[in-house]
């Protein structure tokens, strides 16, 4: 079946890209899978439909749902969990974006280590550089959530 074909290759290059972004690829293809699934799935139905260990189900989960791009639903009268796909990118942008000001203000702790102007600059124009990429990316994000309605920046 193409459709098939084309879901699983969906669901790796989510996987891949994820990977980048320094998730796991497990946790990147998990979170293909329920972009596709239009109701919530079990953690065993998950590691069926990719292979994977119920342990690298479980793993992958709890770190989309740290990112806030998954959530779990509880199963009344019963200790197994559902989880569905919450988010999009947006979640994934921000983190990045909260991780990168910490790395700016590292950068900036380091103005006064420097040898010379010269250093200072170079130092200078790098804390530039990430703090445009920063106030890009937000302004696109506020952008979408403007667009999408949602009030959260």
């Known amino acids: 079946m193409p459709e098939l074909d084309e879901q699983a290759e969906f669901i790796e ?47 992958a989960v709890r770190e989309l ?16 969990l559902r989880v569905e796909a919450i988010g999009g990118f947006e979640q994934l942008l921000a983190a990045s974006h909260e991780r990168t000001r910490t790395f700016i203000r590292t950068l900036r702790s380091g103005a006064t280590l420097t040898e010379g102007e010269r250093a200072r600059e170079r130092l200078r124009a790098v804390v530039g550089l990430f703090e445009g ?21």
């Open 65 to 80: 749902v740290s990112w806030g791009l998954a959530r779990t639903i509880p199963q009344p009268g019963s200790r197994r």
């Open 13 to 59: 290059s989510i996987g891949d890209a994820l990977a980048s972004w320094q998730l796991s690829r497990a946790t990147g293809r998990v979170y293909g899978f329920l972009l596709l699934r239009t109701e919530p799935e079990t953690l065993d139905s998950i590691a069926a439909e990719l292979s994977l260990s119920s342990g690298g189900v479980s793993t």
């Open 133 to 153: 990429y920063v106030d890009a990316g937000d302004r696109m994000l506020r952008r979408h959530r403007d667009d999408e309605g949602d009030p959260r920046l």
